[in-house]
């Protein structure tokens, strides 16, 4: 039986992220720390035995100490049952089996551990991917394959429950930034590490052209202030809590005792009947 096709080519992120240590660019990281310590206040609950799943540990360590932290590998270095925390950070969108990796976490939780995830959704680089997109295909006729796709919010929050989380919450949060031009920009998602590392990208160097007529063409149609163009970061977060009895469950359809009309003290009417339709 052969494997399934990889999205990623995992030795080429790994260069890239080593890449991006000499002169890293660590805002988006920074951003997504501070967002999910701000959901952890949120929680009414305290948290013992955290675990991250990072690339990037120096963004974690100082905001929880004696976290374990372990790189997003296929196999995390997480023991079953260790964790009342597992949170995975800004790697998600990289894995060639999310659920895979959603389901370690859900196994390293104790019960009623919380799961939380934060990576980048489909509006990411919307502008970017539209301006190769177009200028690829004026040059060469053709498309390549050279930003990561990402998935829609609807779709990631199914992985939750996919993965054997309870009570599954997706939200999202839009950053809007700006770059003197889409070369700036590019040279940012270098210093993050997250430029192309798709399995299926060309390996050849691409047109010299390309990434000219694909600058004109963003400066042209995703224009900021000031002379500047516009870029999109969406990062979705996942939250969901390791299965546990004391957790809240729905009720069976038609066992209510009580009926909405008088818990909102109104009158239940009922609807009209539709008219009878004519016989042919």
């Known amino acids: 039986?052969?494997?399934?096709?990889?999205?990623?080519?995992?030795?080429?992120?790994s260069r890239h992220r080593a890449r991006a240590l000499r002169a890293p660019a660590m805002f988006l990281q920074d951003l997504a720390a501070d967002e999910v310590q701000e959901r952890l206040l949120d929680v009414n609950k305290r948290f013992t035995a955290p675990a991250v799943v990072s690339p990037f540990p120096q963004v974690w360590a100082p905001r929880?100490?004696?976290?374990?932290?372990?790189?997003?590998?296929?196999v995390?270095?997480?023991?079953?049952?260790?964790?009342?925390?597992?949170?995975?950070?800004?790697?998600?969108?990289?894995?060639?089996?999310?659920?895979?990796?959603?389901?370690?976490?859900r196994r390293a939780l104790r019960p009623d551990g919380l799961f939380l995830a934060v990576l980048f959704g489909?509006?990411?680089?919307?502008?970017?991917?539209?301006?190769?997109?177009?200028?690829?295909?004026r040059l060469t006729g053709g498309l390549s394959p050279r930003v990561l796709p990402m998935g829609e919010i609807r779709d990631?929050?199914?992985?939750?429950?996919?993965?054997?989380?309870?009570?599954?919450?997706?939200?999202?949060?839009?950053?809007?930034?700006?770059?003197?031009?889409?070369?700036?920009?590019?040279?940012?998602?270098?210093?993050?590490?997250?430029?192309?590392a798709l399995a299926a990208r060309p390996r050849r160097f691409a047109p010299r052209a390309l990434f000219a007529e694909a600058a004109r063409i963003h400066a042209?149609?995703?224009?900021?202030?000031?002379?500047?163009?516009?870029?999109?970061?969406?990062?979705?977060?996942?939250?969901?809590?390791a299965p546990d009895d004391s957790q809240p469950k729905p009720l069976r359809p038609g066992s209510a005792t009580h009926r909405l009309a008088d818990a909102l003290r109104t009158v239940e009417r009922p609807l009209?009947?539709?008219?009878?339709?004519?016989?042919d």
């Open 64 to 74: 929880l100490p004696g976290a374990r932290i372990v790189p997003d590998a296929d």
């Open 1 to 13: 039986m052969q494997n399934p096709p990889r999205l990623t080519d995992t030795q080429a992120l």
């Open 156 to 196: 990631l929050g199914a992985l939750l429950q996919r993965g054997g989380l309870a009570l599954p919450v997706a939200d999202a949060l839009m950053q809007r930034t700006s770059y003197a031009s889409a070369f700036h920009l590019m040279r940012d998602l270098r210093a993050m590490g997250e430029t192309s």
């Open 272 to 279: 009209p009947e539709s008219p009878a339709k004519p016989e």
């Open 76 to 105: 995390l270095a997480l023991e079953p049952g260790a964790h009342d925390l597992v949170i995975h950070a800004l790697c998600l969108h990289w894995a060639n089996d999310p659920v895979g990796q959603i389901v370690q976490c």
């Open 122 to 137: 489909g509006q990411t680089l919307a502008e970017l991917r539209a301006s190769l997109a177009e200028a690829e295909s």
């Open 220 to 241: 042209e149609n995703f224009p900021a202030e000031d002379g500047r163009v516009a870029a999109t970061f969406e990062m979705i977060f996942l939250t969901g809590w």
